[in-house]
């Protein structure tokens, strides 16, 4: 079974340049997330999608974060512009719909963003 | 909102022992599930063992086995017969099942990094 795919793996912008990262969950996985993981610490809910609607964006900087899951599968993640501070890593994670299978997020090998 | 807190930024232990991380959550909810995940130097995050809250006993998976102490709110995992390959930060998490109008978002501690002497 094909794990969920990241890319790019790196990339390093100027600030107030714009970045995209894409995303493809594992096939039939309903949920996918956005997680932003600032080193030292533990990953951090940007925005989830249940199919390509939208179920919780409340920890995403709407000013300059935006996301969208055109028919539900692909995702991409956009920032415009980037700050310093948005330097992280920025990990996409599926799971299959509520009620099916065990409860359980794959994980992607993430997009290491460096803000200079 | 539910909290996870590991208070063990960094551990270390020799190749072949035993050793303990910790993890305690705090949340109002009764139904729930908590995991460990493995985070090695390559980024990609690594399930290694859930437990529903339901289910008093123990989860186990081959060297890895958790202490759910659900009234102390709890989670505490144990790797035994350590190997190098354990190496890696490994991060608690907490998940409540999707209710009306609500989201399974997965929040997670901000890890434990733990490394494995030979």
């Known amino acids: 079974e094909a794990g969920v795919a990241q890319s790019p793996r790196y990339k390093i912008i100027e600030k107030r340049q714009s970045v995209a990262f894409w995303c493809n969950p594992i096939s039939g996985h309903a949920t996918l997330y956005w997680y932003q993981q600032i080193l030292g610490q533990g990953p951090k809910l940007l925005i989830q999608?249940?199919?390509?609607?939208?179920?919780?964006d409340s920890q995403l900087p709407k000013d300059r974060f935006s996301a969208e899951r055109l028919k539900g599968v692909d995702s991409t993640l956009k920032i415009q512009p980037a700050k310093l501070e948005d330097s992280a890593v920025y990990l996409c994670?599926?799971?299959?719909?509520?009620?099916?299978?065990?409860?359980?997020?794959?994980f992607g090998q993430g997009t290491r963003l460096t803000v200079v | 909102a539910q909290t996870v807190t590991q208070s063990q930024p960094e551990m270390s232990v020799q190749e072949a022992e035993t050793v303990t991380l910790s993890c305690t959550y705090d949340t109002s909810e009764n139904n729930y599930y908590l995991f460990w995940y493995k985070q090695p130097p390559s980024r990609q995050m690594i399930l290694v063992i859930r437990q529903e809250a339901y289910k008093q006993q123990n989860a186990t998976e081959n060297r890895f086995s958790v202490n759910f102490q659900k009234a102390a709110k709890s989670f505490s995992l144990k790797i035994s017969d350590s190997q190098l390959g354990d190496t890696a930060m490994y991060f608690c998490a907490f998940m409540k099942p999707i209710t009306q109008g609500g989201s399974e978002k997965l929040v997670f501690g901000k890890g434990t990094k733990l490394t494995v002497n030979p």
């Open positions: 999608f249940q199919n390509n609607g939208v179920v919780d």
């Open positions: 994670a599926s799971s299959l719909p509520p009620g099916q299978g065990k409860t359980e997020a794959f």
